[in-house]
Structures are given as structure tokens and as C-alpha cells.
């Protein structure tokens, strides 16, 4: 399962757990990271953005080349 969002053209957007072998996708950063759920415990180190990923400060792994 997957979607096409008109903010990220040529972008498409996975759910991780659709994935044949979800347990080899590694995150590499968070967005929308003000918008999640108050009991959501996300205790890494990645970079973790407040906006979406067109809002972020620079271009995290490349997505919008």
C-alpha cells in the first residue's frame, strides 16, 4: 500500500509494515513530529522535524532531488 501526495510530486510514500520485509526498511529521520500521538515514545537519536518534509531546513537523504 502506498500513496501519491500533490506536495511531493514524483513521490511515493510506502507504509513500511506493506513491505515484503518491513523489518529491513531503517528509518533515517521523523516529520510531522509535532503532530504525533501524546503517549508515542520515539527515543532515537534521528533527525526529527516539526513540518513535513517539504518544511524541513535542508533535503534529509536526498528525497526532493
Given amino acids: ?3 501519491e501526495a500533490d506536495h511531493y510530486p514524483g513521490g511515493m510514500h510506502l507504509y513500511a509494515p506493506s513491505m515484503e520485509n518491513p523489518e529491513e526498511f ?3 529521520f ?18 526529527k522535524f516539526e ?3 517539504l518544511h ?10
Avoid at 30 to 47: M, T
Avoid at 56 to 65: A, C, E, I, K
Fill in 30 to 47: 521523523h516529520v510531522n513530529y509535532q503532530s504525533k500521538l501524546p503517549w508515542l515514545k520515539l527515543n532515537d537519536e534521528l533527525p
Fill in 51 to 53: 513540518g513535513t518534509l
Fill in 1 to 3: 500500500m502506498g500513496f
Fill in 56 to 65: 524541513t531546513p535542508n533535503d534529509p537523504d536526498g528525497y526532493l532531488t
Fill in 26 to 28: 531503517e528509518p533515517t
